[in-house]
């Protein structure tokens, strides 16, 4: 079999590339590495999991298989039911669990879906791990793959979505000034309310008097996202927030920041936020229907971070695809940058080498990395909200910390990556490109991860320029 495991967890259409079989085949599996893992360090003892998932109607089968494989494996279960991504990663490392699954395809249409895993403490899975349990579930008659009764017993598996409240007040507890509800999350570990439910004291509201529009793709924020703002003190507008398993991400959301625009305007609201179906990202909109992208809002919050002296190394960290407008801003702050591949995951492993505590993506994927392990678009958008609350202005106002520069992007497909890389015609034609532009713009031509094909990246400061010189590269690129 080919690899199984991609960037973000396995992803397919259910049904016919993620099947019941595969997911209950692949929770067997990863149990079986986990258990053996646990039995190599320490005596063994009954793992537990945390599985959650996003509205889609395909989630509850691919549940069932996956709470099947890891109980029949001999697993306890937590069952979170919808819960956003995020919130999966942070009750796995709360709750002590081995393994967190999360059930998503985010942003992609509702016939999609995906298997995504955490790692004790709330990360990503390592790719080695993965790697162990793809070669269990490609190996005839690997041990647990062909049923049995474990030898501790089944796992027993229960009901765990009082857990959300858990997740909220972390989130509202990451705000400065928010210790009466950090109490109220300690209290939760003491034994609170008869169903998991925490009773929190009144706390600090540092959204009092905005009014804001949420967009919750109709996904896995639908039920928690309004009522994180509520609580926060905002004026809440929900939109997209009433899943049917089928229209999850269906012209709303992150992909589609103009359903949000339009509402703000209808609104007379003074911000908008938009989650994408597993709300693991956070894009914005101003009072004037205006879109604040990824690196606008890394960029505020940097400014922010830094001011209150929380800005590890004075660094944050983002992607090659970061706009030119941002490079300049964090210039002009002394904010260092470290730059990775694209991808949240090269993001969050440049975090951890260094030590830092804030980098994003242009996608609207920000990692807090003092509050979370992975991005988390409700914390992004609480953090957000409160630095246009508490600088007393709009969010298009803090938004003008960097001039977003216009950025052409063209896909060059059916080339030859190989050949377009040692090329001396295309080397000589993207160095014309660059000495043409100057401290003006940027260059960027980089061969695709996944697929036969080379992607020319412009930015300059008129889009026609931009665009000119991208289509110019492209055609170098073809003509090889």
Do not use: W
């Not at 259409?13 to 067997?28: F, N, P, R, Y």
């Not at 945390?50 to 109980?71: H, K, T």
């Not at 004291?201 to 529009?213: C, E, Q």
């Not at 490109?433 to 036969?452: D, F, H, N, Q, Y």
């Amino acid at each position: 079999m080919g690899r199984l495991f991609g960037t973000d967890g396995v992803r397919g259409v259910a049904g016919e590339d993620l099947t019941g079989k595969l997911a209950m085949d692949l929770a067997t599996a990863a149990a079986g590495v986990l258990q053996d893992m646990r039995a190599a360090a320490a005596p063994a003892a009954r793992l537990v999991a945390v599985v959650g998932r996003d509205p889609r109607a395909s989630g509850e089968f691919l549940e069932a298989a996956v709470v099947a494989g890891l109980a029949g494996a001999g697993v306890d279960v937590l069952r979170l039911g919808v819960i956003p991504t995020p919130g999966v990663a942070f009750l796995t490392a709360e709750l002590g669990a081995d393994i967190g699954v999360m059930l998503s395809a985010s942003h992609n249409p509702a016939p999609d879906n995906g298997i995504k895993l955490f790692a004790r403490g709330g990360f990503k899975l390592p790719d080695a791990v993965e790697d162990e349990i793809e070669a269990r579930m490609a190996s005839p008659g690997a041990a647990g793959l062909d049923g049995g009764v474990p030898a501790d017993g089944f796992g027993r598996v229960r009901d765990a979505r009082g857990e959300h409240e858990r997740y909220l007040a972390h989130l509202l507890s990451s705000q400065p000034g928010s210790g009466d509800l950090g109490a109220a999350h300690g209290a939760r570990a003491a034994g609170a309310g008869a169903h998991g439910v925490i009773h929190a004291p009144r706390a600090a509201t540092p959204l009092a008097g905005l009014r804001v529009v949420v967009d919750c793709a109709h996904g896995a924020a639908s039920a928690l996202a309004p009522v994180l703002l509520r609580r926060a003190g905002a004026d809440v507008i929900a939109i997209g927030a009433e899943p049917d398993g089928e229209n999850i991400n269906a012209d709303c959301g992150s992909t589609h920041v103009e359903t949000l625009s339009a509402a703000v305007l209808k609104h007379g609201a003074d911000a908008g936020i938009a989650h994408d179906g597993d709300a693991d990202r956070c894009l914005a909109v101003d009072a004037e229907g205006e879109i604040i992208d990824g690196d606008q809002i890394l960029a505020i919050l940097a400014l922010e971070l830094k001011a209150r002296g929380l800005l590890a190394g004075d660094t944050v960290v983002t992607t090659v695809m970061s706009n030119l407008g941002f490079r300049k801003a964090m210039a002009r702050a002394d904010i260092a940058m470290v730059e990775t591949a694209v991808g949240d995951r090269y993001v969050l492993e440049a975090m951890r080498a260094g030590d830092f505590v804030l980098g994003g993506e242009q996608s609207g994927h920000i990692i807090m990395l003092d509050h979370a392990t992975t991005g988390d678009g409700m914390l992004t958008a609480l953090h957000l909200l409160a630095a246009v609350a508490r600088r007393g202005t709009g969010l298009a106002d803090l938004a003008r910390v960097m001039t977003r520069y216009p950025q052409v992007l063209v896909n060059v497909a059916g080339v030859d990556k190989e050949r377009a890389a040692r090329s001396p015609q295309l080397a000589a034609a993207v160095t014309a490109a660059k000495a043409e532009l100057g401290a003006a713009g940027r260059v960027l031509v980089r061969p695709s991860g996944t697929e036969p094909a080379v992607r020319v990246m412009v930015e300059a400061t008129d889009h026609e320029h931009a665009q000119r010189l991208a289509e110019d590269l492209a055609a170098t690129i073809r003509s090889l």
